[in-house]
């Protein structure tokens, strides 16, 4: 979004076992994105053509749930290289609507469900090339701490700026983390 | 209408019956030995004295003595009062015993005895177990020798309902179903309620793991929880009576339906007791086999043909109980003390065992111990003097780790607290309960995270389903003591087990969920160091940490 | 109770807060009254306590148990507390359990935006379930040509068993089995549309807390017209041929 300046936090956002719809919502701060930029640098996500996730991140914001084993590992390199998780939108929190696959059966069976038995993909069940499946799909709590949680599906643009905003204050001063569950239902809901 | 029983004709007419015999083999019929082959054991006696014509010598099917680990077991007993008690007997042992001892007068040589003295037997205190093992259970006479239904007849003719109540009060007795509520008090609100009809119930749905003090009591000597019930209405006023007792325990219903039906012949129980005034009905209520029909508001779902949930309390039972009556509920222990507080007086009893848990107490031993089976002792002796001086302390070499008491809603003791005297008030500061009597020894192989999801694994198993803690949270809790037991737990969810654990206790409706947690609070406590080593302790789990877990090989 | 002959009142405090309860009341009411949020879940103005959800559980100063505000009336110089932080802690694991248990994902459900369970959550604070999520998968009833019952989003609170018993008087519903195992069944465990007892007259659907019961049709892509109803009225206004609708022309 902008060049690295020292006094700027490092933001990474990272999209997983979702639909994206959370970082859609994210882009809906429309005008408030610049003010963003005034204070963050983007070092990854999907708006970045960053290939590895980066160190030294101070704040970053996981979309989706952990479905696959590229989910899992990604999940590890960045618990490992940030001070602050946000574990962002229902599927992240709960697993939501990517879990509903855990009712399903095992990922074979599944692939076999869905590829296999489909009559226009002629028997073809991806088995290489994509990351394999887990066996079943987990929130991100499950696999890494989290320190923040931000659900909703999505979180709307309102809820996601006054998070950023408390949070990216917190950061810069040195702060401990607020409490986003006190600051009434608006803040704060699944679905 | 056939005029009631004459006590003392029926008495003296045991006697002589009795001195007729020249010795007399007492074999186990209750159900542990019926399980280890008993009957075809007091068949064999009974046939080889059939053939040899002799009606001087006896076989009685007996209820039990206790000593189960060692049955099937048979007592021999002559016109001295010489015993011998055979144990392990199979149909060989028995035809042996026959010819040898019954018929020949000398004891089997080569069987397997012990001594009549043997600790086990002789550190006892049987109260409510006093005519167990002695008497025939399926005969109202044999009762009725040994002194049975005279406190009945006592309380009848002699006493006024409040004064029975009184007797009971200050005999300090307490209930033996776990909690430990003083019994008078209990009888006091009943007789206080005013009401048309009034019920008093005998709690027989025994369920902890282990446990089997009632199912004894009942299966061995009937009568006298009879008794203590008809007592326990004269004393309230109530008309109505219900035995309730868990489908699981096929042998004990038999033998009370049985008993019900020859006290009603004998007119100790139904309309005109004793030719007074008093009418008392009585019948047995069989369960479905669920382990919440033991707490009182279920019980009395089930015993009125609903579903056996718990409901809210207030009111009490002794306020709107069976049919929105007044209701009171003892434990069958509780009331099979009843009949010798009466027949000894209240004092005696107090005498016994401590000041603030008087009288004795039944345990069912088992798990790590040379011997297993019942034993009744008094309130406050040492857990040292049950496992090691009379249970024969711990086989095969191994050392002394925990007791579970209480079953599932109680605790274990640790080693260090041996000698703490076992009484309600102690038990619940050691983080455990006196509970019904389920007494398991575990041994140093034994891991007390198991221990804990054991019970919790039954807790949720027996969960009714009514409110939300107990229901999902002792199948969480359970989770949770998965992971840690197979060595995938993190810290976290040891602190999450133990958080969920206080909810649970704190909000459960009735007392399984409210105690569910106990077995993992009372081994956190004392064997915290072992859920320690079991977690994989790590603040921030790594891929390499997680990838055995979550291996989906490409085909 | 006449307006003339007001019920003598008590006192009692509640959070702190010194207030003349009614003689009789429950802790619910009075707090209600007086404005001091308690939560419940299974406790229904017009229906009988069940006591199964364990929300509204207060603390009673001397009283080492806690007490249930829907079923506990008050009494003089009672000590209410309602909020306190392990009352937080305690409603918080009582949510996220009933979360963990079901298959309660508010993105496809029916009456997300409507739902008890889910304002529970957020008036609570859960921002994430701690537990083992279950994925129940009990399958969908959707025999009855009006509603439709989903037993994954059922919290278990009997509502629509106490009001079909209480106020319609039918008794379609009732709790099956026992423990986590315990489910809602219509009658004998038939499919909802098979009960003949059911009057469908819809109070369970109206007095459900979460998605479990819905109305059908309500649901995206399920509009369903029904324009030959036009043709019978016609008919039957012109011909008066009001005869009664075979049940494939009844509207699902």
Redesign the interface.
């Known amino acids: 979004m902008s060049g690295s300046t020292d006094d700027k936090l490092r933001l990474a956002t990272v999209w997983l076992g979702g639909c994206s719809g959370c970082h859609m919502s994210f882009l809906d701060l429309d005008e408030k994105l610049f003010g963003l930029a005034e204070r963050v640098d983007v070092v990854f996500g999907p708006l970045t053509d960053v290939k590895v996730f980066p160190e030294d991140v101070d704040l970053t914001l996981v979309e989706g749930a952990v479905a696959n ?1 590229d989910n ?2 990604l999940a ?1 390199q960045l ?2 290289n940030s001070r602050v998780v946000v ?1 962002f939108g ?1 599927c992240a ?5 990517t ?2 696959r ?2 399903l059966g095992e ?2 069976e599944l692939l076999q469900r869905v590829y296999g038995d489909a009559p226009d993909l002629a028997g073809q069940v991806p ?2 090339v994509v990351p ?5 799909v987990q ?1 991100l ?6 320190d923040v ?3 909703g ?1 999505p979180p709307s643009a309102e809820r996601i700026g006054r998070a950023l905003e408390l949070l990216l204050d917190a950061l810069e001063a040195g702060e401990g983390l607020p409490d ?3 600051r009434g ?1 608006d803040d ?4 | 209408m056939a005029a009631p029983i004459d006590l003392d004709d029926v008495v003296r007419f045991e006697r002589e019956e009795r001195a007729r015999f020249v010795r007399r083999a007492l074999v186990c019929t209750s159900t542990a030995c019926v399980t280890a082959g008993a009957l075809p054991v007091r068949d064999r006696l009974t046939a080889a004295l059939d053939e040899a014509e002799r009606t001087d010598i006896g076989v009685v099917s007996t209820g039990c003595p206790g000593l189960c680990s060692r049955g099937p077991l048979v007592r021999v007993e002559d016109r001295a009062e010489q015993t011998t008690i055979y144990t392990h007997v199979d149909t060989e042992g028995a035809g042996a015993i026959a010819d040898e001892h019954l018929l020949g007068g000398q004891p089997t040589d080569g069987a397997t005895t012990m001594p009549p003295d043997l600790p086990f037997f002789a550190r006892q205190e049987r109260v409510v177990l006093e005519t167990a093992g002695r008497i025939d259970p399926e005969r109202l006479e044999d009762y009725v020798g040994e002194g049975g239904y005279h406190a009945l007849a006592k309380v009848i003719t002699l006493m006024e309902p409040a004064e029975v109540v009184d007797a009971i009060t200050r005999s300090g007795l307490r209930g033996r179903g776990g909690a430990g509520y003083p019994t008078g008090r209990k009888w006091a609100l009943l007789a206080e309620a005013e009401a048309d009809t009034k019920y008093v119930v005998a709690n027989g749905d025994e369920g902890d793991p282990g446990a089997y003090m009632d199912r004894t009591i009942m299966d061995s000597d009937p009568h006298r929880v009879i008794e203590g019930l008809a007592i326990a209405a004269y004393a309230t006023g109530a008309t109505k009576g219900f035995v309730y007792v868990r489908a699981e325990y096929p042998l004990a219903i038999e033998r009370m339906e049985r008993a019900i039906r020859a006290a009603k012949r004998a007119k100790l129980i139904g309309r005109n007791v004793l030719g007074s005034s008093f009418a008392f009905d009585l019948d047995v209520r069989v369960g479905a086999g669920a382990f919440v029909c033991g707490e009182e508001t279920a019980l009395m779902a089930s015993i009125e043909g609903r579903r056996g949930l718990p409901v809210l309390r207030p009111p009490y039972p002794t306020e709107k109980g069976l049919w929105g009556q007044p209701t009171m509920i003892n434990n069958v222990e509780t009331l099979a003390n009843v009949p010798a507080i009466i027949a000894r007086g209240p004092d005696w009893f107090a005498s016994l065992g401590t000041e603030s848990s008087p009288g004795t107490k039944v345990f069912a031993l088992a798990g790590s111990v040379a011997d297993t089976g019942l034993i009744e002792v008094p309130m406050g002796i040492s857990l040292r003097e049950i496992v090691f001086d009379m249970a024969g302390g711990i086989p095969n070499g191994r050392t002394f780790k925990a007791a579970q008491t209480g079953g599932p809603s109680g605790g274990c003791i640790p080693a260090q607290y041996l000698d703490t005297p076992v009484d309600y008030e102690h038990l619940r500061d050691l983080g455990s309960m006196m509970g019904s009597g389920g007494l398991v020894v575990m041994d140093d192989s034994v891991s007390m995270p198991e221990v804990a999801r054991f019970y919790l694994a039954f807790c949720r198993d027996e969960s009714c389903g009514k409110c939300v803690p107990c229901r999902v949270g002792t199948e969480k809790m359970h989770a949770f003591l998965d992971r840690i037991c197979e060595g995938t737990g993190r810290r976290r969810d040891l602190q999450h087990l133990e958080s969920l654990a206080r909810t649970v206790r704190a909000t459960s409706l009735c007392g399984l969920g409210q105690s569910a947690p106990n077995p993992v609070f009372s081994t956190l406590e004392h064997f915290r160091d072992e859920y320690e080593a079991l977690l994989v302790d790590l603040e921030e789990p790594d891929a390499g940490n997680r990838s055995e877990e979550v291996a989906h090989e490409p085909a | 109770m006449s307006p003339r002959e007001p019920r003598a009142t008590v006192p009692v405090t509640i959070d702190g807060q010194e207030v003349d309860a009614v003689e009789g009341e429950t802790i619910l009411s009075l707090a209600r009254r007086v404005g001091v949020p308690i939560p419940t879940l299974c406790y229904l103005d017009g229906l009988s306590v069940h006591g199964g959800c364990r929300l509204c559980s207060v603390e009673v100063d001397g009283d080492p148990r806690l007490r249930l505000a829907c079923a506990t009336p008050v009494w003089q110089d009672m000590d209410i507390r309602t909020s306190t932080w392990d009352l937080q802690e305690h409603r918080r694991r009582i949510i996220e359990l009933l979360f963990a248990e079901g298959n309660h994902i508010c993105a496809t459900c029916v009456s997300s935006g409507a739902c008890e369970l889910q304002d529970l959550a957020a008036t609570n604070r859960v921002d994430h379930i701690h537990y083992e999520l279950s994925y129940a998968d009990e399958g969908v009833d959707a025999s009855h040509p009006k509603y439709v019952l989903d037993r994954d989003r059922c919290v278990k609170c009997t509502r629509c068993v106490r009001v079909c018993a209480e106020v319609e008087g039918a008794s379609v519903w009732e709790i099956a089995e026992r423990g986590g195992g315990s489910r809602l069944v219509a009658e004998m465990d038939v499919p909802w549309g098979e009960a003949s007892s059911c009057t469908w007259c819809g109070k369970c659907v109206l007095v459900c807390p979460t998605g479990a019961l819905s109305f059908k049709g309500r649901g995206v892509g399920e509009m369903r017209h029904d324009a030959e109803v036009v043709a019978f009225l016609s008919r039957a206004r012109n011909e008066g041929e009001w005869v009664n609708r075979t049940d494939e022309e009844v509207p699902s």
Not at chain 1, 93 to 97: A, I
Not at chain 1, 132 to 136: K, R, S, V
Not at chain 1, 188 to 191: I, K, N, Q, T
């Open positions: 084993e899992l590992e590890h618990r490992a574990s229902d929190v709960t697993g939501n609507v879990s509903l855990n009712r990922p074979d088995r290489s394999a499946l887990l066996p079943t929130p709590h499950e696999v890494i701490p989290i949680y931000l659900p599906c986003l569950t006190g239902p704060l809901r699944f679905g």
